[in-house]
């Protein structure tokens, strides 16, 4: 059974910093290109950040210099470090992993950027 679990949302204030983590299980890991979407209410779903097998990055605009996403092999986890977060970036976060035509996407996970 495939999971992608991920954790680290919450409440923060503008200008804070959090790092999301999301584990996969069932899914041969080290092969996935893995990245981080969000989506905020009433907005469609968008690509924040993407690692291939070997660790090449890419990032949307709105979040280059911001935000770091990462990748564990050994453990089967992605990371998505947030710094000076945003009101904008307030946005339910999921995890996705992807190989050749099958993909998996994980539950999701809440940001709320506000004062």
């Known amino acids: 059974q495939v999971q992608l679990v991920e954790s680290g949302g919450g409440l923060v204030q503008p200008g804070g910093s959090l790092r999301l983590s999301c584990v996969a299980s069932g899914i041969g890991f080290t092969h996935y290109d893995m990245a981080w979407y969000r989506q905020a209410p009433g907005q469609q779903r968008e690509l924040v950040a993407r690692?291939?097998?070997?660790?090449?990055?890419d990032y949307a605009v709105s979040v280059k210099g911001r935000f770091t996403i990462s990748r564990d092999n050994a453990k089967n986890t992605l990371y998505l470090q947030m710094n000076s977060l945003k009101p904008e970036d307030t946005a339910v976060y999921s995890c996705?992993?992807?190989?050749?035509?099958?993909?998996?996407w994980g539950q999701g996970t809440q940001v709320t950027v506000s004062s």
């Open positions: 996705n992993a992807r190989w050749v035509t099958t993909e998996y």
């Open positions: 690692i291939t097998p070997y660790s090449i990055t």
